[in-house]
Structures are given as C-alpha cells and as structure tokens.
C-alpha cells in the first residue's frame, strides 16, 4: 500500500507563504510525475501545478509566477511553495502521485488533503 500525507496547510492573510509538502511512503518501486492540486467549497478540483521525475513543470495560469514546485526525488517528497496568497487560493490542497509498485505496475494515489484559508 502506499501513502500520501499532506503537511504545511493553514490560515494566512493575503499577501503571505506557506510551503506544502507531500511524502510518499508504503511499497514503492519510484515515484513518476507528481502534482498538487485544489478544490474550493463548491467548485470542482482543479490542477495547481505538475512535475516531473526530470524536473519539468507546469503551472496553472492563475498560479504562475507566485507558486514554485519541487520535488526530492530521493525522499519520494514533493513541495509547493506558495507566495503572495491571495483570498481565491483558499481551498483544499491535495497532493497526487503516480507510482510504480512494481516495475511494470503504476497507480495513481492522492493524499487527503490540507486547508489553506488565505482571509485578512
């Protein structure tokens, strides 16, 4: 079994970091592309920002320039440093992995998710 943990949520003013983390843990083989993504009351889920095993990225357009992804592919560890929040990026944040759990065998895994409420 694998799982995912979100850690680094909380209650910021507008204006203000926070840095997310994801770890991966269980019976893993590697961990392929990885990505966060966020789900406000009423809205459906949406993509914040992937990455790769190589280190390529991709952003949403509401994200870009204010939000940086990283990942320690060695701690099977994901990051998502948040800078200058705003009161729309308040929602819930999970983290999402592929990973192999065997060498031919790849799922898809969430974590459970972490509130970041962004109000002054």
């Known amino acids: 079994q694998v799982q995912l943990v979100e850690s680094g949520g909380g209650l910021v003013q507008p204006g203000a970091s926070l840095r997310l983390s994801c770890a991966a843990s269980?019976?893993?083989?590697?961990?392929?592309?990885m990505g966060w993504y966020r789900q406000a009351p009423g809205n459906q889920r949406e993509l914040v920002a992937t990455?790769?095993?190589?280190?390529?990225?991709n952003y949403a357009d509401s994200v870009k320039g204010r939000f940086t992804i990283s990942r320690d592919n060695a701690k099977n560890t994901m990051y998502l440093q948040m800078n200058n929040l705003e009161p729309a990026d308040t929602a819930v944040y999970y983290c999402?992995?592929?990973?192999?759990?065997?060498?031919?065998?790849?799922?898809?895994?969430w974590g459970q998710g972490t509130q970041v409420t962004v109000s002054a």
């Open positions: 990455i790769t095993v190589g280190g390529w990225t």
């Open positions: 999402k992995a592929a990973v192999f759990i065997r060498r031919a065998l790849k799922n898809d895994y």
């Open positions: 269980g019976s893993i083989v590697s961990v392929d592309i």
